[in-house]
Every structure is written in C-alpha cells, then in structure tokens.
C-alpha cells in the first residue's frame, strides 16, 4: 500500500517498515485513516495486534480507542 504523506506527516511514508513501525503504522490508521487505509490495516494485522495498540496505545485519541473497542469486540 502507497501511504499517503498527511497520514504520516512526520516522516517519508515510503521508508516505513510495516513490520518494525507496527504499532506506529496501526495508530496512524485507526486514528486518520481513511476507508481504503483501514481496510489494508485488516487484511495486513490480526484482531488480536489491532487490539494490544487499543489497550496500550499512549496516541491513539480518547473516541479513537472507544470506536475500536466497539469494532474489535464483534
């Protein structure tokens, strides 16, 4: 997937290791991504990656970690 250079401002979206940048990659998308960013967040990470980032993430904004909650209890 191509990221776009506002959902990772601070830094080249291109030089983005999915494996290593995990946690960071996963709160920029439940936090700003868009339809098609979140779906390749659920085809590339598995429900129980997505929701460690929920429990112990110190970015992910308040309404961000209670919507997630919510989807990933389902």
């Not at 997630?68 to 389902?74: A, D, G, V």
Request: proline content about 3%; glycine content about 2%.
């Amino acid at each position: 997937m191509k990221f776009r250079q506002s959902l990772f401002w601070d830094t080249d979206p291109s030089k983005i290791d999915l494996k290593a940048n995990a946690v960071y990659v996963m709160e920029r998308v439940m936090d700003f991504g868009r339809d098609d960013e979140v779906r390749w967040l659920w085809n590339n990470y598995n429900k129980e990656q997505l929701m460690n980032v929920v429990r112990n993430s110190r970015t992910l904004r308040p309404e961000t970690k209670i919507l997630w909650k919510l989807i990933l209890q389902q």
